[in-house]
């Protein structure tokens, strides 16, 4: 309702000036033209008068005096008076000069030929008379009440049409904003009804393509987007479930088998082992569950080593072959480029390392063979990584969702895992201003690539 109120008053604030405009237009006008025709009859009166007076021989003053008091025609309170060179009154049809003629006066009139001017309530005319053998000054003044009494009436006309149209528009711009925010109202029940019950529900477009179509469809990829993060969070709260219950429900079974009878010392041993064991997991995953957590791509901050991607190669080669003696992990670092400081990023060693060691970690998992190909190469300023196994593989339809946490792929459902490391690998590579890409053959091989910008063309 306010914005309704809103649009319907900015649309009366840009009408108003605009019929101000045209109705001041049309008074000034009128003002103009009723003034102009009122001293173009008050000259033509004094110079008709000045012509009989000092043209006519026949016409006389007193008889001139009786022809003006009977003219018809004559305007209210007019009176006329001719002056000789020297400003002297000679002849006044009211026997009154009413206008007193002053040098500054007399000398615009002698240059302007025509002057126009008020005199208190009077409009006046000046003309400077040229015939015969002197010249002489005419003065006609009266009082323009037509004019006036005809302005005063289209004063009360305008004001009445003002506010007649002010309120039609009031009127007509209160019902087109209600027609022009009608689809916003109906955007908003529907999102109400949408959200949260029924998220598989989208807004209907139209065929206009106009304004509100295409907010109606960006909201509805919004929808898209919330729908999806809603399926992802319902997910990961199933899944830390599963996984936080399987090692409690162990625990427990395990602390309520041992009380149902006194045991041995070694059968107590065997049980808090096996326990330990459960709490070693429940450590494990709570920490891959605070990692996930604490990598954001707001903390820029964290990012300010300069890292030699080959060294961390190395590094991470290193400690995963110490971790388990099954695992291989061979190196193919030939394509690499003539400056070392190009295989350098600007990042977080610790991170970095955390990526590249889960990548490698899960190839040489997942492998036939429990072995993983590590290959850097350079190009276009970007360093890429790319760690290879040969093993189960991932179908196609999985690889969208083997970044979200928690997430295991049907081939590696039986291999003991949390679902974290990929999610992990690919936030840290966004923090980086890098990406993940994964290319599969179910049952052939995976291939994962770490794509980063290189530091040194950066700057």
Same mark, same amino acid.
């Given at each position: 309702?306010?914005?309704?109120?809103?649009?319907?008053?900015?649309?009366?604030?840009?009408?108003?000036?605009?019929?101000?405009?045209?109705?001041?237009?049309?008074?000034?006008?009128?003002?103009?033209?009723?003034?102009?025709?009122?001293?173009?009859?008050?000259?033509?009166?004094?110079?008709?008068?000045?012509?009989?007076?000092?043209?006519?021989?026949?016409?006389?003053?007193?008889?001139?005096?009786?022809?003006?008091?009977?003219?018809?025609?004559?305007?209210?309170?007019?009176?006329?008076?001719?002056?000789?060179?020297?400003?002297?009154?000679?002849?006044?049809?009211?026997?009154?000069?009413?206008?007193?003629?002053?040098?500054?006066?007399?000398?615009?009139?002698?240059?302007?030929?025509?002057?126009?001017?008020?005199?208190?309530?009077?409009?006046?005319?000046?003309?400077?008379?040229?015939?015969?053998?002197?010249?002489?000054?005419?003065?006609?003044?009266?009082?323009?009440?037509?004019?006036?009494?005809?302005?005063?009436?289209?004063?009360?006309?305008?004001?009445?049409?003002?506010?007649?149209?002010?309120?039609?528009?009031?009127?007509?711009?209160?019902?087109?904003?209600?027609?022009?925010?009608?689809?916003?109202?109906?955007?908003?029940?529907?999102?109400?009804?949408?959200?949260?019950?029924?998220?598989?529900?989208?807004?209907?477009?139209?065929?206009?393509?106009?304004?509100?179509?295409?907010?109606?469809?960006?909201?509805?990829?919004?929808?898209?987007?919330?729908?999806?993060?809603?399926?992802?969070?319902?997910?990961?709260?199933?899944?830390?479930?599963?996984?936080?219950?399987?090692?409690?429900?162990?625990?427990?079974?395990?602390?309520?088998?041992? *009380? #149902? &009878?006194?045991?041995?010392? %070694?059968?107590?041993? !065997?049980?808090?082992?096996?326990?330990?064991?459960? @709490?070693? +997991? =429940?450590?494990?995953?709570?920490?891959? *569950? #605070? &990692?996930?957590?604490?990598? %954001?791509?707001?903390? !820029?901050?964290?990012?300010?080593?300069?890292?030699? @991607?080959? +060294? =961390?190669?190395?590094?991470?080669?290193?400690?995963?072959?110490?971790?388990?003696?099954?695992?291989?992990?061979?190196?193919?670092?030939?394509?690499?480029?003539?400056?070392?400081?190009?295989?350098?990023?600007?990042?977080?060693?610790?991170?970095?390392?955390?990526?590249?060691?889960?990548?490698?970690?899960?190839?040489?998992?997942?492998?036939?063979?429990?072995?993983?190909?590590?290959?850097?190469?350079?190009?276009?300023?970007?360093?890429?990584?790319?760690?290879?196994?040969?093993?189960?593989?991932?179908?196609?339809?999985?690889?969208?969702?083997?970044?979200?946490?928690?997430?295991?792929?049907?081939?590696?459902?039986?291999?003991?895992?949390?679902?974290?490391?990929?999610?992990?690998?690919?936030?840290?590579?966004?923090?980086?201003?890098?990406?993940?890409?994964?290319?599969?053959?179910?049952?052939?091989?995976?291939?994962?690539?770490?794509?980063?910008?290189?530091?040194?063309?950066?700057?």
């Amino acid at each position: 309702m306010k914005f309704r109120l809103s649009l319907t008053i900015r649309f009366i604030l840009i009408v108003s000036p605009i019929l101000l405009a045209v109705l001041g237009g049309i008074y000034l006008y009128a003002n103009y033209y009723l003034t102009d025709h009122f001293y173009q009859r008050l000259r033509n009166h004094a110079s008709t008068t000045g012509e009989f007076l000092l043209v006519v021989d026949e016409v006389d003053s007193t008889l001139l005096r009786k022809l003006s008091d009977r003219n018809r025609n004559a305007l209210t309170e007019e009176s006329i008076s001719v002056f000789d060179k020297k400003g002297t009154p000679i002849f006044s049809t009211t026997g009154i000069d009413r206008i007193p003629l002053e040098a500054r006066l007399l000398n615009q009139i002698q240059v302007e030929k025509e002057l126009r001017f008020k005199y208190k309530n009077y409009h006046a005319i000046g003309l400077y008379f040229e015939h015969g053998a002197e010249p002489h000054f005419i003065i006609g003044s009266a009082i323009d009440d037509y004019a006036q009494e005809f302005l005063a009436g289209l004063r009360i006309i305008m004001s009445v049409l003002f506010l007649i149209v002010i309120t039609w528009v009031s009127l007509a711009g209160w019902y087109y904003s209600g027609k022009a925010i009608a689809p916003i109202g109906t955007i908003e029940h529907k999102l109400t009804s949408i959200v949260p019950q029924n998220m598989h529900l989208r807004l209907e477009r139209s065929k206009n393509d106009d304004e509100i179509d295409k907010l109606s469809h960006t909201i509805n990829q919004l929808l898209d987007r919330v729908e999806e993060t809603f399926m992802l969070q319902r997910m990961f709260v199933s899944n830390v479930s599963h996984e936080l219950r399987n090692p409690l429900t162990k625990m427990s079974s395990q602390l309520e088998v041992s *009380l #149902l &009878k006194p045991r041995s010392t %070694d059968e107590y041993q !065997k049980t808090i082992y096996s326990v330990l064991d459960d @709490i070693q +997991e =429940l450590i494990a995953l709570t920490q891959n *569950l #605070l &990692k996930l957590t604490q990598v %954001d791509n707001s903390k !820029k901050e964290l990012l300010v080593e300069v890292v030699r @991607i080959d +060294e =961390l190669l190395w590094e991470c080669r290193t400690v995963i072959v110490k971790s388990n003696a099954l695992y291989q992990v061979e190196m193919a670092l030939d394509d690499l480029p003539e400056d070392p400081d190009n295989l350098c990023v600007l990042g977080n060693y610790a991170l970095l390392k955390t990526a590249v060691s889960n990548l490698i970690e899960n190839s040489c998992k997942f492998s036939y063979d429990k072995k993983a190909t590590i290959r850097l190469s350079y190009t276009n300023n970007t360093i890429e990584i790319h760690v290879e196994d040969k093993g189960v593989g991932i179908r196609s339809a999985e690889l969208s969702y083997i970044f979200q946490p928690f997430y295991r792929s049907s081939q590696t459902s039986e291999v003991k895992g949390y679902g974290i490391g990929l999610s992990l690998v690919e936030r840290i590579a966004r923090m980086h201003s890098g990406r993940v890409e994964v290319t599969s053959v179910p049952e052939v091989s995976t291939l994962f690539s770490l794509i980063l910008p290189s530091y040194a063309n950066s700057n």
